[in-house]
């Protein structure tokens, strides 16, 4: 079983480092997309504030997140979700204790915007979310291929 690397928060920065370079090494041209993580959990709660780029908004809850690139697994109890789902989780929190999510999220190169990127954000199955044997499911470790040697082939027979 990979081990996760636990963090403080979880961002597209943490997750997978300098973005732009992985914008430039995985979108060669203007509009090519890549997906380059997924993300999901459980929030319970919002904190927001202000800091040197403006102001933010980060859940708290339990988070992992998956780096496509390296396979990497992290986690953390607080997350920063691209919009249009932050100001949606913020608005189901409104309604609920709880709010479950997964998703993943992609790049668009776009030579147009002052940073060269957008993100895009797809949202996994909701049917998904209420497989009562998913978490039984997640316990379960990838299996390893067996490595079964080949059946002998059948001897001709010999002709008299």
Not at 74 to 79: G, L, P
Not at 81 to 108: G, H, M, R
Request: proline content about 6%.
């Amino acid at each position: 079983m990979q081990s996760v690397t636990m963090l403080k928060k979880l961002g597209a920065k943490q997750v997978l480092g300098d973005v732009k370079k992985v914008v430039a090494s995985a979108c060669p041209s203007d509009g090519a997309t890549a997906d380059v993580y997924s993300i999901y959990g459980v929030t319970n709660g919002v904190k927001t504030g202000t800091g040197t780029y403006g102001e933010w908004t980060a859940f708290q809850g339990k988070f992992e997140a998956i780096n496509y690139a390296s396979s990497e697994k992290f986690a953390a109890i607080q997350c920063f979700i691209p919009e249009p789902l932050q100001t949606l989780i913020k608005s189901a929190l409104q309604e609920s204790d709880d709010v479950k999510f997964a998703f993943t999220v992609s790049v668009k190169r776009r030579d147009d915007l002052k940073e060269g990127y957008e993100y895009l954000v797809t949202p996994h199955s909701e049917a998904q979310a209420n497989d009562p044997l998913e978490g039984l499911r997640a316990l379960i470790p990838t299996p390893k291929p067996l490595s079964l040697a080949a059946p002998e082939a059948p001897k001709a027979a010999k002709s008299k």
